[in-house]
T-cell receptor, first 113, second 114 residues
Framework: GDSVTQMEGPVTLSEEAFLTINCTYT??????LFWYVQYPGEGLQLLLK?????DKGSNKGFEATYRKETTSFHLEKGSVQVSDSAVYFC????????????FGRGTSLIVHP | SAVISQKPSRDICQRGTSLTIQCQVD?????MFWYRQQPGQSLTLIAT?????????ESGFVIDKFPISRPNLTFSTLTVSNMSPEDSSIYLC???????????FGPGTRLTVT
């Protein structure tokens, strides 16, 4: 079945550092890929998405590119802020099936001033 | 986008009791989803609730433990029955966005069972 693998956290960075959170996936079809963010005490929010190969999703300075050849969707940000501290979930949705997403385990990001 | 509210936002309950969680959406939706997020873990889908039909439960979840109601296109409830400490989790309600490319989530209900 479909699966998503994320790098384990926590990832601890200083403010203005470069961020990469790795995500790889396994899917039988042609999934859509997502990054969700969960701030402390809140539900999940969609951060960005890409629906086909080579698409780049971007939002709030975060980017991720849908790489079919490496089955990856790594999340990057050039300069993190303390307010980016949260848990980040990579997810895929099989557009030819139920559309219900499969989530990774989540990666906690802690940004220090 | 959809705006989703949940009640209660948190609760502390005693073993053996039941808690009903409400989910309200600001627009009509066909499917509503209930997830469980155990401490430090990812999301696990409990069930899909369609208006006018029985909820569809995922493997490992049963109706007797997690009864769900879906009386109309904007509202659903999830009951956690006969609770044990292992039920301590965040319970999240969600719906699809337009085109079913993404999901929107409620703020969650943080349940602690003592």
């Amino acid at each position: 079945g479909d699966s998503v693998t994320q790098m384990e956290g926590p990832v601890t960075l200083s403010e203005e550092a470069f961020l990469t959170i790795n995500c790889t996936y396994t899917a039988t079809g042609y999934p859509s890929l997502f990054w969700y963010v969960q701030y402390p005490g809140e539900g999940l929010q969609l951060l960005l998405k890409a629906t086909k190969a080579d698409d780049k999703g971007s939002n709030k300075g975060f980017e991720a590119t849908y790489r079919k050849e490496t089955t990856s969707f790594h999340l990057e940000k050039g300069s993190v802020q303390v307010s980016d501290s949260a848990v980040y979930f990579c997810a895929l949705s099989d557009q030819g099936g139920s559309y219900i997403p499969t989530f990774g385990r989540g990666t906690s990001l802690i940004v220090h001033p | 986008s959809a705006v989703i509210s949940q009640k209660p936002s948190r609760d502390i309950c005693q073993r053996g009791t039941s808690l009903t969680i409400q989910c309200q959406v600001d627009s009509q939706v066909t499917m509503m989803f209930w997830y469980r997020q155990q401490p430090g873990q990812s999301l696990t889908l409990i069930a899909t609730a369609n208006q006018g039909s029985e909820a569809t439960y995922e493997s490992g979840f049963v109706i007797d433990k997690f009864p769900i109601s879906r009386p109309n296109l904007t509202f659903s409830t999830l009951t956690v029955s006969n609770m044990s400490p292992e039920d301590s989790s965040i319970y999240l309600c969600s719906v699809f966005g337009q085109g079913q490319h993404e999901q929107y989530f409620g703020p969650g209900t943080r349940l602690t069972v003592t």
